[in-house]
């Protein structure tokens, strides 16, 4: 009988430099004889590193050769730290650096979003090409796997869906024989390719999702997610004081920690797991003998207030230009231009003569879909602002969160309360003034 397979996702983070990726294979070799998967993201910070490159080429403003040269000077310094000369990778990893620029220069008139996906998707290739070489250099026997073998998606850029057919006999087909000839897998998050060929990634910060999808697929008896934080909290411990650990939540109270902005999880990462039943842990590569958060089907009937909050919003308000009501018919062509940008809605709102909007303000989309809005509506365009979610909310909690905020939207539901803020600066006064 084989045994259970686990699936394993370490981020950026676990990720940062070689006596990060050292803890990691620490962690690894305490579950000897395990069928493991392990996903993988880029090194911590490498994301942004090539995100800027994409938008440095675009400028053609000549100070994408900088960028370039951080990224690479990033992983051959972690080469020399974890090798000391004994295994020389930097061949292998020159080539996908070299593939970087291929791209680059490949792709140059083909639009953002594409070059997006065939540049960023290498920080996960160079991450896992070095993790996987230092695992056999310690006698973990490691197989890489290229993930955009594996998982395949339609052919839209920087938010590809997956094609669970074709994916799940890839992963059975590919992945399986190695698992049972022994060792570990390993493989890259966040990143998949669509039928035409060409890389496509699943959304920012989505090796989660990576990881749910392989867990699906391959029906693994759990996935565990490794983070800098005990487990799951009730808030940001960077931005708020007197949180707590959650040691169980279920799936459900999940799904909506993580669609209302909760950076623990991605928010495609649950629903997979649910489908099947397969259990998932949030755990600390910080601290690997503490319990973590339990995620199940399993019911908890009580929470504490859980604080979500999102950075970097914008908020559309859109009117008609004759003040008519804002009728079906209208944010029915809202919602198709909002779909076809494959912009998250963060929250909305409509009043008679106007519909209000708040998505995450992280790329060129926000302003495209103003554009299209314009050609026929009022569009009014705020940005700078931050969405506040609390699920099982009081009133003293709330409060507390609304000091130094000028409230532009909120909403409430039974067991959650959003609103959209803007903060409001300090005016310091003289003495005497």
Same mark, same amino acid.
């Given at each position: 009988?084989?045994?259970?397979?686990?699936?394993?996702?370490?981020?950026?983070?676990?990720?940062?430099?070689?006596?990060?990726?050292?803890?990691?294979?620490?962690?690894?070799?305490?579950?000897?004889?395990?069928?493991?998967?392990?996903?993988?993201?880029?090194?911590?910070?490498?994301?942004?590193?090539?995100?800027?490159?994409?938008?440095?080429?675009?400028?053609?403003?000549?100070?994408?050769?900088?960028?370039?040269?951080?990224?690479?000077?990033?992983?051959?310094?972690?080469? +020399?730290?974890?090798?000391?000369?004994?295994?020389?990778?930097?061949?292998?990893?020159?080539?996908?650096?070299?593939?970087? %620029?291929?791209? $680059?220069?490949?792709?140059?008139?083909?639009?953002?979003?594409?070059?997006?996906?065939?540049?960023?998707?290498?920080?996960?290739?160079?991450?896992?090409?070095?993790?996987?070489?230092?695992?056999?250099?310690?006698?973990?026997?490691?197989?890489?796997?290229?993930?955009?073998?594996?998982?395949?998606?339609?052919?839209?850029?920087?938010?590809?869906?997956?094609?669970?057919?074709?994916?799940?006999?890839?992963?059975?087909?590919?992945?399986?024989?190695? $698992?049972?000839?022994?060792?570990?897998?390993?493989? %890259?998050?966040?990143?998949?390719?669509?039928?035409?060929?060409?890389?496509?990634?699943?959304?920012?910060?989505?090796? +989660?999702?990576?990881?749910?999808?392989?867990?699906?697929?391959?029906?693994?008896?759990?996935?565990?997610?490794?983070?800098?934080?005990?487990?799951?909290?009730?808030?940001?411990?960077?931005?708020?004081?007197?949180?707590?650990?959650?040691?169980?939540?279920?799936?459900?109270?999940?799904?909506?920690?993580?669609?209302?902005?909760?950076?623990?999880?991605?928010?495609?990462?649950?629903?997979?797991?649910?489908?099947?039943?397969?259990?998932?842990?949030?755990?600390?590569? $910080?601290?690997?003998?503490?319990?973590?958060?339990?995620?199940?089907?399993?019911?908890?009937?009580?929470?504490?207030?859980?604080?979500?909050?999102?950075?970097?919003?914008?908020?559309?308000?859109?009117?008609?230009?004759?003040?008519?009501?804002?009728?079906?018919?209208?944010?029915?062509?809202?919602? %198709?231009?909002?779909?076809?940008?494959?912009? %998250?809605?963060?929250?909305?709102?409509?009043?008679?003569?106007?519909?209000?909007?708040?998505?995450?303000?992280? +790329?060129?989309?926000?302003?495209?879909?103003?554009?299209?809005?314009?050609?026929?509506?009022?569009?009014?365009?705020?940005?700078?602002?931050?969405?506040?979610?609390?699920?099982?909310?009081?009133?003293?909690?709330?409060?507390? $969160?609304?000091?130094?905020?000028?409230?532009?939207?909120?909403?409430?539901?039974?067991?959650?309360?959003?609103?959209?803020?803007?903060?409001?600066?300090?005016?310091?006064?003289?003495?005497?003034?």
């Amino acid at each position: 009988m084989k045994k259970a397979l686990k699936v394993y996702k370490f981020g950026g983070l676990s990720l940062k430099d070689a006596e990060a990726i050292k803890n990691v294979y620490n962690i690894l070799k305490t579950h000897p004889n395990e069928r493991l998967i392990v996903v993988v993201s880029a090194f911590a910070k490498v994301t942004d590193a090539l995100e800027n490159l994409v938008a440095a080429h675009m400028r053609n403003d000549g100070s994408s050769d900088a960028y370039f040269d951080i990224i690479k000077k990033r992983h051959f310094e972690v080469i +020399d730290d974890l090798f000391d000369g004994e295994v020389n990778i930097k061949p292998e990893v020159q080539s996908v650096l070299d593939d970087i %620029q291929f791209q $680059l220069d490949k792709h140059r008139d083909k639009g953002y979003d594409l070059i997006y996906d065939q540049v960023v998707s290498r920080g996960e290739i160079l991450s896992s090409v070095i993790v996987s070489a230092y695992f056999n250099a310690q006698g973990l026997k490691s197989n890489w796997v290229d993930a955009r073998k594996i998982v395949i998606t339609d052919d839209i850029y920087r938010e590809g869906w997956v094609q669970w057919d074709e994916t799940t006999k890839n992963a059975h087909g590919l992945i399986a024989p190695l $698992l049972d000839n022994g060792g570990v897998v390993i493989t %890259q998050g966040f990143i998949g390719s669509a039928t035409n060929g060409y890389t496509t990634t699943l959304g920012r910060e989505g090796s +989660d999702y990576t990881a749910a999808i392989l867990s699906y697929c391959l029906d693994a008896e759990s996935m565990t997610i490794w983070k800098d934080v005990p487990g799951i909290l009730t808030a940001d411990p960077k931005l708020f004081d007197n949180i707590t650990k959650l040691d169980l939540i279920s799936y459900r109270e999940a799904i909506e920690m993580t669609y209302y902005g909760a950076k623990v999880i991605h928010p495609k990462t649950i629903k997979p797991l649910q489908n099947k039943s397969i259990p998932m842990l949030v755990k600390s590569f $910080l601290n690997p003998e503490g319990e973590g958060t339990y995620i199940s089907d399993e019911v908890e009937d009580h929470y504490p207030p859980i604080v979500a909050l999102e950075k970097e919003q914008a908020l559309v308000q859109i009117s008609t230009r004759d003040f008519s009501f804002v009728a079906e018919h209208h944010i029915s062509e809202i919602f %198709q231009h909002i779909a076809d940008l494959r912009l %998250q809605v963060n929250m909305m709102q409509n009043s008679a003569i106007s519909f209000s909007v708040c998505f995450n303000d992280v +790329d060129d989309k926000v302003d495209r879909f103003a554009e299209n809005m314009e050609r026929k509506f009022k569009v009014t365009l705020i940005r700078g602002l931050e969405l506040i979610t609390v699920r099982h909310y009081n009133e003293t909690t709330v409060e507390s $969160l609304k000091s130094g905020k000028m409230l532009l939207l909120e909403e409430r539901l039974r067991n959650t309360m959003q609103m959209v803020v803007k903060n409001v600066p300090v005016i310091e006064r003289r003495r005497g003034s």
